[in-house]
C-alpha cells in the first residue's frame, strides 16, 4: 500500500479553495487539478509500505500527535514550481503557524526515521499543490493562474490531528489519525 502523512484544512477552507478552483481551472483547462478530496498538506511520503511495516508506522506517529498543539493555518497566495512561463506545478501559500507546523513536520520524519524511511534533504516548505501540467515542460496556461494567485485569501483552518492516508488509484482515504494535544 501507497502511504503518505499529512494535516486536512477542514471542510470550510477545503470548500472555499475548491470554489478557488473552479475558477482558476478556466484558465487551465488541460492541467491535472486535484481533486477536492484530496487536498492536504504532506508532511512525509512514504511510498510503498506493507501491513507490518504499516502497523509500525501507526504506533509512531501516536505520540508525535499527543505532543504537537493544535494550530491555526491560512492558505493566501501562490506560485507555480518551474519554468514563470511555463510552471509544471501550481501551488497556493499556507501562512499562520508555520513554525508549529515545520516542527510537526520534523518530528513526524524523527520518528519515522528509525523505521528506515529517509527524510527530505530539503527544508520543508507548506504549500498545497492546486493542479500539474500534463506535459513535463509545464503549461503557459498555468502562468496565468500564478498571477491569479497573488492576491488570493482563502480563509484559515484549525488543524487538529495529524493523518495516515493510503493512496489508491489516484483517491486518498484515512487509514488513521493521530489528535493533536492528545495523550
Avoid: K
Amino acid at each position: 500500500m501507497r502511504l503518505f502523512v499529512a494535516v486536512t484544512l477542514g471542510p470550510a477552507l477545503e470548500a472555499t479553495v475548491t470554489d478557488a478552483l473552479r475558477d482558476l481551472s478556466r484558465h487551465a483547462p488541460r492541467a491535472r487539478w486535484v481533486p477536492p478530496a484530496n487536498l492536504h498538506l504532506t508532511l512525509s511520503f512514504l511510498g510503498d509500505v506493507d501491513a507490518p511495516r504499516a502497523a509500525e508506522v501507526e504506533r509512531v506517529l501516536r505520540p508525535v500527535g499527543a505532543a504537537h498543539a493544535p494550530l491555526e493555518l491560512s492558505v493566501q497566495g501562490g506560485g507555480g514550481f518551474g519554468a514563470p512561463e511555463r510552471p509544471r506545478v501550481l501551488w497556493a501559500g499556507v501562512g499562520g503557524d508555520t513554525a508549529a507546523l515545520g516542527a510537526l513536520q520534523a518530528d513526524v520524519a524523527a520518528a519515522l526515521g528509525p523505521l528506515g524511511f529517509e527524510p527530505e534533504h530539503r527544508e520543508y516548505v507548506a504549500h498545497l499543490t492546486l493542479a500539474r501540467a500534463r506535459s513535463p515542460g509545464g503549461d503557459r496556461e498555468l502562468a496565468a493562474c500564478v498571477q491569479a494567485l497573488q492576491a488570493a485569501r482563502w480563509g484559515t483552518a484549525r488543524v487538529e490531528r495529524v493523518v495516515l492516508f493510503e493512496s489508491q488509484g489516484g483517491r486518498y482515504h484515512p487509514r488513521a489519525d493521530f489528535p493533536l494535544g492528545t495523550p
